[in-house]
């Protein structure tokens, strides 16, 4: 069965430095996707990146980049100068290709809180 | 712009209550899914329907059933709500995803639903 797990329940930063948050996933689907999710305090989410198992490069959206070691089953995200807004909840999920291919299956989280 | 809306923001019942979640989303998107987010569990999947009338189980339907009549309504139901279903419930919808599709799932605001 697919899982994704997420390690760090919290994580702080200050304003202006990088930050990793990690992400190990299992499955045995050789094709799947993998997607990050910010989540504020107002509780929408908000889709940030996506990765697909046949990416040759990692994926990167403007202060975002996914360090994605397929070998690992790591998708860590990285984000770049953190900002003030960047604090929220942060999800890593998956979606497997060839097997229900519809569903998303989430980690459990990490809270990032950026300090001035 | 994308848009899914759900009738409550907040919601406070009482145990044994029939309880409706309602979700609406306008991108005319085939799929649409209820989530339950608990701290420390991530997003676990309730049920999601990839048509009109068609639902499917996800990973903890139990307590709770699901209705889709228009394309662009989705319902959750609890039939007669217990405390342990006091949760934030997210609604999501997506197009119908091509195998190798790179499609997201967009999300609603959640209904936090505190059953007493």
């Known amino acids: 069965a697919q899982k994704i797990t997420q390690t760090q329940p919290g994580m702080f930063v200050q304003e202006k430095e990088a930050v990793t948050l990690d992400c190990t996933y299992d499955?045995?689907?050789?094709?799947?996707?993998l997607f990050w999710y910010k989540q504020p305090s107002s509780g929408e989410m908000i889709f940030l990146i996506y990765?697909?198992?046949?990416?040759?490069q990692n994926a990167t959206e403007g202060r975002y980049s996914l360090n994605f070691q397929k070998a690992r089953k790591s998708a860590n995200l990285v984000i770049s100068a953190s900002q003030l807004g960047d604090s929220a909840m942060y999800f890593c999920a998956m979606r497997e290709l060839n097997t229900g291919f519809q569903k998303l299956v989430f980690g459990t989280g990490t809270r990032l809180l950026v300090s001035p | 712009d994308v848009k899914v809306t759900q009738s409550s923001r907040y919601l406070v019942k009482r145990t044994g209550e029939k309880v409706f979640l309602e979700c609406v989303q306008d991108?005319?998107?085939?799929?649409m899914f209820w989530y339950r987010q608990d701290p420390g569990l991530g997003l676990r999947l309730i049920y999601f329907?990839?048509?009109?009338?068609?639902?499917e189980k996800g990973d903890i339907p139990e307590g709770y059933s699901v209705s889709r009549e228009k394309k662009e309504r989705f319902s959750l139901i609890l039939e007669s709500a217990s405390t342990n279903q006091t949760s934030m419930y997210l609604c999501?919808?997506?197009?119908?995803?091509?195998?190798?599709?790179?499609?997201?799932?967009?999300f609603g605001p959640g209904t936090r639903l505190t059953v007493l």
């Open positions: 999501a919808s997506s197009r119908r995803t091509a195998q190798f599709s790179t499609d997201t799932q967009y």
């Open positions: 990765q697909g198992s046949y990416d040759q």
């Open positions: 991108m005319d998107h085939e799929n």
């Open positions: 329907s990839y048509d009109v009338k068609m639902k």
């Open positions: 499955t045995s689907d050789p094709s799947y996707g």
